[in-house]
């Protein structure tokens, strides 16, 4: 188990500088760092860079995930531990397993992916400890109402929140520690 509390940060690999999405990601991963937590994300472009920067910039600790498949030179200058995976089920687990808590940003396939791993192993209590995972905006919300309108308890495994700093607050009411 890591020495500090672990935030997995998943969302788009599309987004740029200057785009609302990469300063939201920017400020996750600033505000993750300054709350003395380390981020970890999938380590290539986007909102993993953009996160990563934030949180580099502001002096905390940056992981990234690779994943040999998708045959990319390496993670992003931001990333200052890589951990390399083969598979992107293995890049997944590792992610998964590695996090204390979860941030979700808007995003496509591969977030959703991450999105619903996650939210199911909230939903039917598999981690050992509580992780709590945080959409932050309103991207998913589509997502989350279709599947609570036939199991309404599932969308008690998420939190909501509208910024950053909403998000920084939920989880450490939630119990991770600064």
């Not at 991963?29 to 934030?54: D, F, H, P, V």
């Not at 498949?69 to 590695?98: H, M, P, Q």
Request: hydrophobic residues 40%; glycine residues 12%; contains cysteine.
């Amino acid at each position: 188990m890591p020495d500090k509390p672990t935030i997995a940060v998943f969302g788009s690999g599309a987004c740029s500088p200057g785009e609302p999405l990469w300063e939201t990601a920017f400020d996750v991963g600033r505000q993750i760092a300054q709350a003395g937590w380390r981020l970890i994300n999938g380590g290539y472009g986007g909102t993993m860079e953009a996160s990563a920067k934030g949180a580099s910039e502001a002096g905390g600790g940056v992981w990234g995930v690779t994943c040999e498949v998708f045959g990319r030179a390496g993670a992003n200058r931001y990333i200052k531990k890589v951990v390399d995976t083969k598979e992107l089920k293995e890049r997944l687990f590792t992610l998964v397993e590695l996090a204390d808590a979860f941030i979700i940003l808007p995003g496509s396939t591969g977030t959703l992916l991450e999105l619903a791993s996650v939210w199911e192993y909230n939903n039917k209590s598999l981690f050992e400890k509580n992780k709590p995972v945080i959409l932050l905006g309103d991207y998913w919300r589509t997502v989350v109402d279709f599947v609570c309108s036939e199991s309404p308890q599932t969308g008690t495994a998420l939190l909501g929140a509208s910024n950053p700093a909403q998000a920084v607050k939920l989880l450490i009411d939630s119990g991770i520690k600064t």
